[in-house]
């Protein structure tokens, strides 16, 4: 079965770091203006999903979420959550690390769309 996304080492690595000092974490995408288009990390106890959120998968323990009309835009894509050198947005955990999580995307193959899983959405159909 095709994953709907995964992580580059260093995300892997940072998501460990960060596990290791809060807690349980989780990443929401939700393709918003400014902070919204990178993906945030928050505590996983500080996030209800709301109807138009949908589970796309999970790395490391952490449950990434995407807004259902960024999913609607790339459901058709693998996301890729990476970690680079720099400065995230105020309101996710990787601030004030050194290093902010990105997502890359690719387009996924016609064998991979024939063995998606689904996802888990909170109330839309």
Known sequence: MSERVSATPAAIELIHKLTAQHGPILFLQSGGCCEGSVPLCMPANEFKPGASDVIIGEIEGATFYMG???????????????????????????????????TRGRLFTDEELETLPPVKTFGLN
């Open 68 to 102: 259902h009309n960024h999913f609607q835009f790339s459901e058709n894509m693998h996301t890729i959550l990476d970690a680079m050198p720099g400065s995230s947005g105020s309101f996710s955990l990787d601030c004030g690390s050194g290093m902010a999580f990105i």
